[in-house]
């Protein structure tokens, strides 16, 4: 699968380990930075760059990591088609694929540290959207709304 990768200064080293874990699953990554780091930098310059590459469906997934993944998920969630959310605990990273198409996943590298993270990233890819009949209908309902604010 092609997972787009992106971190703020925050983020900037759990980036590269969880680059580095996706290529060893056999994921091609998108990087779309930053390519140094940057204590200056802002996650929704960066956020904005991953989720376009999702919305636009150059990447099928993205990983963003900032420091609590709060921001980086507000700011992917404002662009249309990103599903993103901040997980910390293996049960939402593979259940907000599973019931709810999630997209995006959001890290914070001040929360999590490097073997959560692995985890975290083992459940979201080896996730799949089930497309059960309840699921779809919560689905088309968000995807409605999108439409309705966009």
Not at 33 to 39: A, C, E, K, L, V
Not at 55 to 77: D, F
């Amino acid at each position: 699968m092609k997972i787009a990768v992106a971190a703020d200064h925050n983020g900037y080293e759990l980036k590269s380990e969880v680059s580095l874990l996706l290529q060893n699953l056999g994921h091609e990554v998108v990087d779309v930075g930053p390519y140094s780091h940057d204590p200056l930098d802002d996650y929704p310059d960066y956020a904005k760059l991953l989720a376009e590459s999702v919305s636009t469906g150059t990447s099928k997934r993205g990983i963003m990591i900032c420091g609590s993944g709060v921001g980086a998920s507000v700011a992917a969630n404002k662009v249309k088609g990103i599903r993103a959310a901040v997980c910390h605990d293996i049960y939402s990273a593979h259940q907000g694929v599973e019931h709810d198409d999630m997209n995006v996943l959001c890290l914070g590298s001040r929360i999590v540290g490097s073997e959560v993270a692995q985890e975290l990233v083992r459940a979201f890819t080896g996730a799949e959207y089930t497309g059960e009949e309840r699921h779809q209908r919560r689905l088309d309902k968000v995807l409605e709304m999108e439409q309705d604010f966009n």
